[in-house]
């Protein structure tokens, strides 16, 4: 077993030695996704240590960093790493073009509680990965969720796999997210923002972008039809797909220690960070980074679809 590949004695690593650059050892959480790494190992990995951080993250769907620190410039020197840093869409259409925010949860600002989701999927191009490190943690509470979009895929039957295959979705701005906007920056300014950002359409299941692996790409909060189907099918078939993609077997929920860093695959989960450490205070600093190209359809998979 080459160094730092995970070992199954006991769900602990398994350190090997090998000649070559040191392999940076990751602890697995579940069959389905995520893995810890410390940010000692990381730092012993030297200039491998990117390169090998992104491949964990692209095996394992998201990646937590213990020990990592509160340091900014630290923070951004990995998020480059994974890309270009972006600037969220509202932050662009009202000027305040900071492609890293902290998002903080008081008593006088409750947290925003969205539901699962993958950010941004209402784009052309929806940001690569996510980048996110925990400042300052409430007592109890505040753990955030993450769920494997290949392994909901693998859940169905070959049959709705080959249906899912021949469908698109549209993904649009919610009202939870139309709801922030007019509380923050008024109905005027939201009613802008929403026509500036019509909903797009994707393909319902997307080939991952480095390994082709099929991912059932769906997003609760933002993905409003399916429009090939009649309305009411439409319906029924996103619940049923929304419940296979949240299922506590695929996937895991993180209790946050200060200095945390998580990095995750846009491209293939859903998360969700939970609002119940309120009033406790929550700082969070976040960032995604560019998505690159549009979703692709999985091989053999038509993105042109009729729509009703």
Not at 220 to 225: D, I, S, T
Not at 280 to 306: F, Y
Request: glycine letters at 8%; one cysteine or more.
């Amino acid at each position: 077993m080459p160094d730092g590949v995970v070992g199954e004695r006991e769900g602990m690593p398994k350190r090997v030695p090998e000649d070559g650059p040191r392999r940076t050892p990751a602890q697995r959480l579940s069959s389905a996704i995520g893995a810890v790494v410390d940010a000692g190992d990381l730092d012993e990995a030297g200039h491998d240590g990117p390169s090998q951080l992104r491949q964990l993250v692209i095996d394992h769907h998201v990646v937590f960093i213990r020990g990592f620190g509160r340091d900014e410039g630290r923070f951004r020197e990995v998020a480059t790493s994974f890309g270009t840093v972006t600037v969220h869409p509202l932050q662009r259409f009202t000027g305040r073009e900071q492609p890293i925010s902290v998002i903080e949860d008081t008593p006088a600002h409750p947290p925003a509680e969205f539901p699962w989701h993958t950010d941004l999927t209402w784009l052309e191009v929806p940001p690569r990965f996510g980048i996110l490190q925990a400042l300052e943690i409430p007592p109890s509470g505040g753990d955030t969720l993450w769920a494997s979009l290949p392994a909901a895929y693998e859940a169905l039957s070959p049959a709705l796999q080959a249906l899912c295959s021949t469908l698109t979705g549209w993904h649009g701005v919610d009202a939870s997210l139309r709801r922030t906007v007019v509380d923050r920056h008024g109905a005027e300014l939201a009613s802008r923002f929403e026509e500036a950002h019509p909903p797009v359409r994707h393909p319902l299941v997307r080939a991952h972008p480095d390994t082709d692996a099929p991912c059932l790409f769906v997003c609760p909060m933002y993905l409003q039809r399916i429009p090939e189907l009649h309305p009411d099918e439409s319906d029924l078939l996103l619940s049923h797909l929304h419940h296979v993609a949240a299922d506590p077997n695929r996937s895991l929920r993180w209790r946050w220690s200060e200095g945390d860093v998580a990095i995750w695959d846009e491209s293939c989960t859903l998360h969700r960070a939970l609002g119940d450490h309120h009033p406790s205070v929550r700082r969070m600093r976040r960032c995604t980074t560019d998505g690159g190209e549009r979703p692709l359809p999985a091989q053999g998979i038509s993105d042109e679809g009729g729509g009703r």
